[in-house]
């Protein structure tokens, strides 16, 4: 799609990837709401903060009421609460599906009636490695990137009748708030957001960002044995 022009909503964009979106999307001419639970952190200017929740069905009436022209959607909104299924407490396992898939399904539930009537529009969901790769310290958030890819690749399938192009993106750990207690190697997230920004221009499906995200793909074809060796 053009993003020139365009008019952009991104969720989580107060801090980390998602600001690094909107201020790349504001840099190429698009209109950009920059969303968050509290629009006073959102610190760019020439973008339009915007209350939104994506846990809270109201929040994200709201937020779909005040705007009525969106024409990319960027679904960046996340937790990392490190639960472990087997002995993390249910409520922050509840979170994680909570935001990852519940909230980016009734984001897109809200947006998709504006989404439809330019009849080029866009939605990258924002992703991870961890949607096909699970350790024990990150259960929790693998299970809800799981449901998010599944959704993303189901809701690809009927958004397109409409005009609007699904794109998911793939990435390993970034150096953001979120992060910063992992111990691994981490992504500039400004690169990272220019690369799926170009992505989405170029109306591609599936964006892998780094390294790791190609080689845990590949490992998918192995089964459980490639990428769970001890398994194997």
Partial sequence: MDIEGSVALVT?????LGRHFAE????????VYAAARNPEAVDLAGV?????????????ARAAEVTGDVTLLINNAGTLTGASLLSGPLAD????????????????????????LSGDSAVLNVLSVLSWLSSPSMGAYSAAKSAEWSLTNALRQELAA??????????????TDMARGVDAPKSDPAAVAR???????????????DEISHQVIAGLAGGVGALYPAFA
């Fill in 195 to 209: 690369f799926a920004l170009d992505g989405l221009a170029a109306g591609r499906a599936e964006l892998l960002a």
């Fill in 12 to 16: 989580g964009a107060n801090r980390g």
């Fill in 162 to 175: 409409q005009g609007t192009r699904v794109t998911s993106l793939h990435v390993g750990y970034m150096n």
């Fill in 48 to 60: 339009t903060p915007i209350a939104l929740d994506v846990t809270d069905l109201d929040s994200i």
């Fill in 24 to 31: 790349q999307l504001r840099d190429r001419g698009a209109t």
């Fill in 93 to 116: 396992i509840r979170t994680e599906m909570e935001t990852h898939y519940f909230g980016t399904l009734n984001v897109i539930r809200a947006f998709a009636p504006q989404l439809a």
